[in-house]
């Protein structure tokens, strides 16, 4: 089993679509949690970082359930300009060893 | 540009050549970061420096792979005699320790492609 998983995917949705993806994680241990946008072809950006409060950044929302070992990632009001793969990132609890999901890809329709 | 920059940008070989990439941070970050990244796949940590110092390797990065960052600065990452398995995109990222609680954030470059024929 993977130390990160996520769903899949492609999820292909329509413009204004609301879309959520789901990340598990094995170390229980695991101390800081994130999520990352790759378009094709380009580096991983920041889109936020997960907080156990759960956080929110405009029309996007993550959550941290530790119980369960699950982070989420929630876009509403999706537009063609969040077509990309979204990683689900965990940081170990030692070091400064970040690992990463393999993604899933979001195609968001006109 | 102030960001992460990282030279060649693509790189052909043939197997059994050594190669060997740059990577220039942001100028205040003192962590940097190397990750491997294949089609269809998040980046697979590699190695990490804070400042000159490599603190961390992953089992991935055999005998074969050593990264240097000598003045704390840009670091260069040598795959000698390379083979097939060894095409992917090398990513380089850079962070600046806060120290402060915060999270610091990982600011990656746009990476080098190596094709090993």
């Known amino acids: 089993r993977k130390e990160v998983e996520q769903d899949p995917g492609p999820f292909n949705v329509p413009e204004g679509a609301t879309v959520a993806f789901n990340c598990t994680y094995s170390n229980s241990a695991s101390q800081s949690f994130f999520w990352y946008r790759q378009d094709c072809r380009k580096e991983p950006k920041l889109l936020m970082s997960?907080?156990?409060s759960g956080n929110e950044d405009g029309r996007f929302t993550a959550q941290l359930n530790r119980a369960s070992q699950y982070i989420s990632l929630l876009i509403r009001d999706s537009k063609l300009s969040d077509s990309a793969t979204y990683l689900c990132v965990v940081r170990r609890n030692y070091g400064q060893n970040f690992v990463f999901g393999p993604g899933t890809r979001l195609s968001v329709l006109p | 540009d102030t960001g992460v920059s990282q030279n060649p940008r693509h790189k052909i070989t043939k197997r059994g050549q050594n190669v060997t990439f740059r990577c220039d941070p942001i100028s205040e970050h003192n962590r940097l970061y190397w990750y491997r990244q294949t089609l269809g796949q998040g980046p697979e940590f590699l190695t990490y420096?804070?400042?000159?110092?490599?603190?961390?390797k992953s089992r991935l990065l055999s005998d074969r792979f050593s990264a240097e960052r000598p003045k704390g600065s840009f670091s260069t990452l040598e795959i000698q005699r390379t083979e097939q398995g060894d095409s992917a995109m090398y990513l380089c990222?850079?962070?600046?320790?806060?120290?402060?609680?915060?999270?610091?954030?990982?600011?990656f470059g746009p990476g080098t492609r190596l094709t090993v024929l």
């Open positions: 997960v907080y156990s």
């Open positions: 990222a850079s962070s600046l320790d806060s120290s402060g609680g915060r999270e610091d954030t990982q600011y």
């Open positions: 420096f804070q400042n000159e110092a490599q603190l961390e």
